[in-house]
Each structure stands twice: as C-alpha cells, then as structure tokens.
C-alpha cells in the first residue's frame, strides 16, 4: 500500500508510520507530508533503522499557509500517478490564546481541518486510482458543534471548542464525500477512526507543567497507549481489501474488545442540510477554483447535492 500520512513526524502519525512501514509480509511505500524538513528526515532515519528498505519519502507542507499547502498538492500529484491511503491527521492541540493564520483564518481550523480538506480533495483522482480500494482515514473524536456564526472564532476562542470544531468539520466532511463517492463507482472510502485511549504524543511537551504533571500520573496508572500501540491498532484500516474498506465507509469507529466498532454519529453531523452548508464554506475558504471542479465532477453523480 501507498500511504500518505499528514503529520506523520510526531504522535499518532509517526505511530501509524512506523507500524505500516514494518508491517509483517508488507511492502508498503510511506510519504510523509510534513512541515519540518529537519524532523521529516529524523523520522524516515528513525523508520530505516528498523528497516533499512523501507520506502519513505517527504513532501514539505505547512498546514497554516494554503499557498504552501497547495504546492504540496502539486508536487505529490506530478511525482506519484496513485495513492491507496490517506491518513488526515496532523493537528493541532493545547493553545494559549488563538493564533490567526496568514490565510486570516484560526489556526485549528485552518490546521486540523480546512487544509486538509483542500490537500484530500486534491488527491481524490490519485485514489480513484488505487487497485487496492483507495480510502481516506479521519483521525477524528466524537462531540464538539461547529459555531456557525462564528468559525474562525474571532468573538470567542477557546482551544478545547475549536479543537472539537475541527472534528466536527473533518466527521462532516467524510460523510458528504461517502455520499458523493457512493453512486459513483464505489472507488473511495471515507472511514472515521477515533483511538480508544488517549496517545502519549508531542502533545506532552506543548502542554503547561500542572497539565503534564497529571498526565504523568495518569500515564502511571495506564490511561495512555503509545504511538507504536496506535499504529497497531489502526493499521488493519490501512492494510484491509477494498471490500472491507467500503463496508466501513462513513463511519466513525473506535477500537472496543479487540475489534472494530462503529459509534452513533450526532444529529447535526448527519444533516445533509447542514453538510452542504460546511461544504460551501469550505469550498469558499480555499479560494481555488479548481476545489469546486473537483466537488462539481463528483456531484454530477448524487443528485441530492
Ligand atoms: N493524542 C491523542 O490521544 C489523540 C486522541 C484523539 C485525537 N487526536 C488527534 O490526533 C491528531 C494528532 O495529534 P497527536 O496527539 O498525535 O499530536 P502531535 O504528537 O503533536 O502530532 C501532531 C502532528 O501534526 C503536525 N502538525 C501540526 N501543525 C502542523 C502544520 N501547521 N503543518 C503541518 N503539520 C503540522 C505536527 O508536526 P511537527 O512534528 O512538525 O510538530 C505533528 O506531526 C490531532 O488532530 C489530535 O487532535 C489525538
């Protein structure tokens, strides 16, 4: 399989990564789309260690900036002629106060969620051309609303809301994307995925001294897994036959007695009303035109949009 993981340098990413690229009998190819030049060559030198032919490869991208994120998008499209997976995942967490983006956007929803939006629209045609079932996995967390009056959160911000909001959005999204795939020709998945316990990621570094004190006790009483451990557990999304991955799509999963389950979604999540409403401000937010084509050429098939 043909990974493309964002975020893939610290936390959950690295783990799914570095679980893919060693997974047994697997030859599987990881592209790391990632900010950090430094740090992306620290984690394909980190990967080759364990496996000296594994096949990793970068791409630099700052989620924050849509010119770079654009970019990106098109250096993976004139390298790479198809893709089987994707794993949106990059995100931001703990926050101080709300850092406005140089596109005017806040930074979360910017980050975590409208860039990649942008970057998985993009790359729709390199899954379409998948022989494997391409498929799309959402690192997302059930709850959260979106503020509709108030997205970018300038009135007012508050990490924890535009953390949730972001999820929200990126649940939305995979549900209107699974609509518009599902008469077409059954190409693409859209799985949400969020882990059963929390991940002892980077996170642990931002956060302030009295939050990294009690998560320090509570990884002593075994509330945290670590990055390898959510790489296992997620890997067989990665790694299942197309079948398997279309009968999954549109959902939100955790992991629950050693296997998959799929969680009750939220009312406003599933109304289609409400989903084309996110869609056009997304489409709007992205100021490319060629993001509305990609959306029009797969509306043409699901009358209801
Ligand atoms: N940890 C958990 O238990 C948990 C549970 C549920 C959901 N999540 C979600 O999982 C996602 C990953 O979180 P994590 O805990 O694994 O965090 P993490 O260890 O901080 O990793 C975040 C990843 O996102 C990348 N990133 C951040 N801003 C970026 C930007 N502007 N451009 C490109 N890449 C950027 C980071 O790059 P650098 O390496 O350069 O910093 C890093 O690779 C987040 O969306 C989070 O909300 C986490």
């Known amino acids: 399989m043909k990974v493309l993981i964002t975020g893939g340098t610290n936390g959950m990413g690295k783990g799914v990564a570095k679980v893919l690229a060693n997974y047994p009998g697997e030859k599987n190819e990881i592209l790391l789309v990632c900010r950090s030049v430094k740090l992306g060559q620290q984690t394909m030198d980190e990967i080759k260690m364990d496996n000296a032919f594994a096949k990793i490869s970068m791409v630099i991208c700052d989620l924050s900036d849509m010119n770079s994120v654009k970019s990106a998008a098109l250096e993976i499209k004139t390298k790479h002629d198809f893709i089987d997976s994707i794993f949106i995942n990059a995100g931001i967490g703990y926050a101080s106060c709300r850092v406005e983006t140089i596109d005017g956007m806040d930074s979360h929803f910017q980050v975590n969620y409208l860039s990649q939006f942008y970057l998985a629209a993009q790359l729709l045609v390199l899954l379409e051309k998948s022989t494997r079932g391409g498929r799309v996995i959402y690192n997302a967390t059930p709850g959260g609303k979106i503020f509709w009056d108030d997205m970018q959160m300038i009135k007012n911000w508050n990490y924890v809301h535009a953390i949730q909001q972001a999820m929200v959005a990126k649940r939305m999204l995979l549900i209107t994307l699974h609509d518009l795939y599902k008469r077409r020709s059954n190409k693409v998945s859209f799985i949400g995925f969020s882990i059963h316990k929390t991940v002892w990621s980077n996170q642990l570094n931002i956060i302030p001294t009295h939050m990294r004190i009690a998560a320090t006790v509570m990884k002593a009483l075994g509330t945290f897994i670590s990055i390898e451990e959510c790489g296992k557990t997620m890997a067989p999304l990665f790694l299942e036959t197309a079948s398997e991955t279309l009968a999954r799509s549109g959902c939100l999963l955790t992991w629950k007695n050693g296997s998959f389950k799929t969680?009750?979604?939220?009312?406003?999540?599933?109304?289609?009303?409400?989903?084309?409403?996110?869609?056009?401000?997304?489409?709007?937010?992205?100021?490319?035109?060629?993001?509305?084509?990609?959306?029009?050429?797969?509306?043409?098939?699901?009358?209801?949009?």
Do not use: T
């Open 263 to 305: 969680l009750e979604e939220d009312e406003e999540v599933l109304n289609m009303a409400k989903r084309k409403d996110l869609l056009d401000y997304s489409i709007h937010q992205c100021k490319d035109g060629s993001v509305e084509a990609v959306l029009d050429r797969l509306a043409k098939y699901e009358m209801n949009y």
